[in-house]
């Protein structure tokens, strides 16, 4: 799979790739070449692709709490998923994988990036994808209240 992945990105005009086995050659590798992105299988020796994803996001010894991260794996069960986005991942790919998806994961994570949150037991891209209009849980702002996004409403309108 490995070798597939560096075919599609060296077609997509990637030139730096650095293929690592297991987690801690991965983290030795981010400190000292400090990728754009990170491709991360599901299961690896020692260390999880969770865990990994974990401790990038949250140890202090991280080499980049906000590296973009794509999990590329085989398990695409809804709760691998979530374990994936509540690890940290920003997208989720399952195998086998198609150049398209790869790219439009890769395009998402360029043109339209989420800011990331820090809540308690949780760090990393906010998880929501999309504001939910019809949210009537115990956490809805008020319609009274109103969400400064440090824009002017005349400014974003132009």
Not at 77 to 97: C, D, F, H, M, W
Not at 118 to 135: A, I, K, M, W
Request: glycine share 6%.
């Amino acid at each position: 799979m490995s070798a597939i992945l560096r075919t599609i990105l060296q077609g997509f005009g990637v030139r730096t790739i650095h293929e690592c086995r297991d987690a801690e050659t991965a983290l030795s590798n981010m400190a000292a070449f400090n990728p754009d992105i990170l491709l991360l299988d599901l299961f690896m020796d020692e260390m999880d692709g969770l865990e990994l994803a974990r401790h990038i996001r949250n140890d202090d010894d991280s080499p980049n709490k906000y590296l973009p991260i794509i999990m590329v794996t085989a398990h695409s069960e809804r709760s691998r998923v979530l374990q994936a986005i509540n690890a940290g991942v920003n997208e989720y790919l399952a195998k086998p994988v198609r150049p398209i998806d790869l790219f439009e994961r890769m395009v998402s994570l360029i043109e339209r990036p989420r800011r990331f949150v820090r809540v308690p037991g949780y760090f990393g891209p906010d998880r929501r994808r999309r504001q939910e209009s019809r949210y009537e849980g115990p956490w809805r702002r008020s319609t009274d209240e109103k969400y400064d996004d440090g824009y002017d409403d005349e400014e974003a309108v132009a």
